[in-house]
């Protein structure tokens, strides 16, 4: 709790006792005028309460705003530059970077709509998938950043992983639209990085080369397919 909410809550116990008191008093002495100063002590401590209330609704939907992406409802980039920033040597941290396969071509055929679909499902997936071992965001776009950090961060990357492939293959058992995405990830006991983002690129650039990756093999199995039947044809 920070310093604003305990002089909020130190404020509105005040309200209560100053109430109290001054409702005591005007029972027991039967006096008019402290019965006038109670009742408006009161009313005051209502409306305190009310603008207050409004003030903390206001302060959750700008702290939601700056810092969850409004989507997914995951974190967003913000959180995730906040949360890296307070975080110490790339040394003890692994990195996981993930990019949808196929948005494109969703969203060419059944609509953005589709495609804010698989956006969304994937972004819960990731989440769930890093909340027990770290922390997962929305990077931008079709992109999603996870951090595990400390001395178990080997281990809660291999178990981030199981865990989402898990997810998405429950995902893609009910969905409309499958979900299909490229993932690459570094630790910084394998990478010579000085600094958490050159660590975050080291990442990038596996998602990237597995996504090549597939590419590469999915053209291959249809230049196969196609000889096979030119053959079969001849």
Known sequence: MDKHRYILLTVKILNIVFVVFTGVIAFTERS??????????????????YITRQQAREYHLLY?????????????????????SRCGSPDNMAVAVADLDGLKAVNDTYGHAAGDILIRDFAIAFFDAAAPFG??????????????YGPDHTKHVNDFLQRLTEKIEANNRSSEYPVQYS????????QNCSTIPELISCADKHMYHCKKSKKEKTSSAETTEYTTADRKES
Not at 32 to 49: D, E, K, P, Q, R
Not at 135 to 148: I, K, S, T
């Open 32 to 49: 008019y005028f402290m019965g006038c100063v109670s009742l408006i002590s009161f009313s005051f401590a209502l409306f305190y309460f």
């Open 64 to 84: 939601r705003t700056a810092y969850f992406d409004s989507l997914t409802g995951i974190p967003n980039r913000l959180s995730a530059d906040l949360y890296v």
């Open 135 to 148: 922390f997962a965001a929305r990077n931008g776009g079709d992109e999603f950043l996870a951090l595990f």
């Open 183 to 190: 993932i690459g990830f570094a630790s910084g006991e394998d």
